[in-house]
T-cell receptor, first 112, second 117 residues
Framework: AQSVTQLGSHVSVSEGALVLLRCNYSSSVPPYLFWYVQYPNQGLQLLLKYTSAATLVKGINGFEAEFKKSETSFHLTKPSAHMSDAAEYFCAVSDLADKLIFGTGTRLQVFP | DADVTQTPRNRITKTGKRIMLECSQTKGHDRMYWYRQDPGLGLRLIYYSFDVKDINKGEISDGYSVSRQAQAKFSLSLESAIPNQTALYFC????????????????FGPGTRLLVL
C-alpha cells in the first residue's frame, strides 16, 4: 500500500535560511507525489506535484522538490525562507484507487 | 467568490445530535472528497465521490454518511455526533483528468471547525 512519512512535525528556521522539509514514500508502483501547504485558518493548496516527468519539480513561491527513487524521497526545499512561508506542509502520494494519502504534516516556523 | 465553499465554518453541537456539513463547488469538477484533520494525524479521507452516482467509503467512514445531491454539492452527515468527532473537516474537489489520471490537483474548501460536547 502507498504511504508517506514526514520526518519532523515541527521545523524552525531563520528568515533567509534554507528550508528543508523531508518526505519519504512507500509505493508498489511508480508514484505520483504532491506537496500541499496550509496557511493559518485556510484550506490546503497545491505547492507542486511530481507526475513522472522531470525529477526536479518547481512549485509556487520559490519551492521545489526532487524525486529520488533510490532514496524513496521527495523532500521540499526553498533556498531562502520568508516570514510568509510559515504554515503547515503536507506531503501526499496518490494511491492505486485515485485517492491521496497524506502525511502527518510539518509545521514550519520562520523567525526574524 | 471562492471555488469551493463549506457551511457552516464553525459548529458546536452536543453528543447524540445529528448534524450536516455542506460543500458546494463552482469548478465543474466531477470528483469530491471529505476529509477530517486532527493535530498530528494529518488529513484522513472519510468519503469520496467520483460522480453523482458513485459514492465510496474512505479510511474512516464509521459514524459518517454522505449525500451527493448534484455535481456541485456533496454533504457530510454525522448521524449521532460523539466527542471524538471533534475535528476540522475539509471538502475538496478534483477534475477527472485525461484517461482517469491520478495526478489531478485537489482544491480544498476553507474547512468547518466542529466541536462536539
Amino acid at each position: 500500500a502507498q504511504s508517506v512519512t514526514q520526518l519532523g512535525s515541527h521545523v524552525s528556521v531563520s528568515e533567509g535560511a534554507l528550508v528543508l522539509l523531508r518526505c519519504n514514500y512507500s509505493s508498489s508502483v511508480p508514484p505520483y507525489l504532491f506537496w500541499y501547504v496550509q496557511y493559518p485558518n485556510q484550506g490546503l493548496q497545491l505547492l507542486l506535484k511530481y507526475t513522472s516527468a522531470a525529477t526536479l519539480v518547481k512549485g509556487i513561491n520559490g519551492f521545489e522538490a526532487e524525486f529520488k527513487k533510490s532514496e524513496t524521497s521527495f523532500h521540499l526545499t526553498k533556498p531562502s525562507a520568508h516570514m510568509s512561508d510559515a504554515a503547515e506542509y503536507f506531503c501526499a502520494v496518490s494511491d492505486l484507487a485515485d485517492k491521496l494519502i497524506f502525511g502527518t504534516g510539518t509545521r514550519l516556523q520562520v523567525f526574524p | 467568490d471562492a471555488d469551493v465553499t463549506q457551511t457552516p465554518r464553525n459548529r458546536i453541537t452536543k453528543t447524540g445530535k445529528r448534524i450536516m456539513l455542506e460543500c458546494s463547488q463552482t469548478k465543474g469538477h466531477d470528483r469530491m472528497y471529505w476529509y477530517r484533520q486532527d493535530p498530528g494525524l494529518g488529513l484522513r479521507l472519510i468519503y469520496y465521490s467520483f460522480d453523482v452516482k458513485d459514492i465510496n467509503k474512505g479510511e474512516i467512514s464509521d459514524g459518517y454518511s454522505v449525500s451527493r445531491q448534484a455535481q456541485a454539492k456533496f454533504s457530510l452527515s454525522l448521524e449521532s455526533a460523539i466527542p471524538n468527532q471533534t475535528a476540522l473537516y475539509f471538502c475538496a474537489t478534483s477534475d477527472r483528468g485525461t484517461s482517469g489520471s491520478t495526478w489531478e490537483t485537489q482544491y480544498f474548501g476553507p474547512g468547518t471547525r466542529l466541536l462536539v460536547l
